[in-house]
């Protein structure tokens, strides 16, 4: 009898932690997804530039290192937003392209693996990438 409710407290404590550790998190495009929450996924940075030149950078870099899924533009946002969904190699890429001002755009990089953890390289590279396209 004891060892029947031992094991049933190790299953129960086992399926908590892997409750806790897997979840939904929520991409830049707006939007749930299965993966590993609470864990640094996103690169930032704002460039002066309109936003449609940051926009078509990121698309270029992303259409350069694999394939573009998605692009739209989100309603209801108090300043302009653009966002794109790609895939590069394995990896799901979401990039979030908001502006700012007319010539202050801010750009919002994430990275996830197809188990839904992160690849915070990455999402540094794409932003590295899409600010090197600007200097051209």
Do not use: W
């Not at 409750?19 to 707006?30: E, K, M, N, P, Q």
């Not at 749930?32 to 640094?40: D, E, H």
Request: aromatic residues 6%; glycine residues 10%; contains cysteine.
């Amino acid at each position: 009898m004891q060892m029947k409710t031992r094991g049933i407290l190790l299953a129960t404590a086992f399926l908590a932690l892997v409750a806790l550790g897997f979840g939904c998190y929520s991409s830049v495009t707006g939007g749930l997804r299965p993966g590993v929450p609470l864990v640094k996924d996103k690169v930032e940075g704002r460039y002066e530039r309109p936003l449609h030149e940051v926009f078509e950078a990121a698309k270029a870099v992303i259409q350069y290192n694999g394939v573009l899924l998605n692009e739209a533009v989100l309603h209801g946002q108090t300043n302009l937003v653009k966002t794109l969904e790609g895939r590069v190699g394995q990896r799901r890429v979401f990039i979030r392209v908001e502006q700012l001002e007319p010539n202050l755009t801010h750009i919002t990089v994430q990275a996830r693996t197809p188990a839904g953890g992160r690849d915070i390289d990455l999402a540094h590279e794409i932003e590295k990438q899409t600010a090197l396209r600007l200097v051209r």
